[in-house]
């Protein structure tokens, strides 16, 4: 069974910028953005948002990624990320977790975190709904270059 669901924190150090929100698709196959961009520079710590499993930690076509499975079910997945933890590692809300990744740049010209986070096999949700206040502070959207 499912457990209740804790507060989470930003994966990244403070409340960095979202550079792009959460964009829901109209169909789970139809294009948006299943998650959020926030503002990171290379080598930035990325924390575990919320306590879990690690359950993976490698490659997904061109860049590094990291997942993590709370307790409750849910699956965040960060990237690009260069992990410091292996698959298996039991993780607790704001524990360094790995690195952004210095290339590819998810962000198009510019270094960003990508955020997502997955209930069951295919519904996205946003992740700043899941903050602890259960109010995230608006989105900043910062102009590209």
């Known amino acids: 069974a499912a ?3 804790a507060a989470w924190g930003w994966p990244l150090a403070g409340s960095p910028p979202v550079l792009r929100p959460f964009e829901p698709p109209a169909q789970r196959w139809s294009p948006g953005h299943r998650g959020v961009d926030l503002a990171a520079a290379p080598a930035d710590a990325v924390l575990a948002p919320t306590g879990g499993v690690v359950v993976f930690a490698g490659w997904v076509v ?10 409750d079910g849910l699956r965040t997945t ?8 292996p698959v298996g590692t039991a993780v607790s809300a704001g524990q360094v977790v790995g690195a952004v990744a210095g290339s590819p740049l998810h962000c198009g010209g510019g270094s960003c975190l990508h955020w997502g986070v997955r209930a069951g096999r295919d519904r996205y949700l946003d992740p ?4 602890a206040g259960a109010r995230a502070a608006p989105p900043v959207l910062l102009p590209l270059g």
């Open 78 to 85: 960060l990237e690009p990320v260069v992990a410091s933890v």
């Open 128 to 131: 700043l709904l899941l903050l």
């Open 62 to 71: 061109d860049r590094p990624v990291l997942s993590i499975t709370a307790p």
């Open 3 to 5: 457990q209740p669901r």
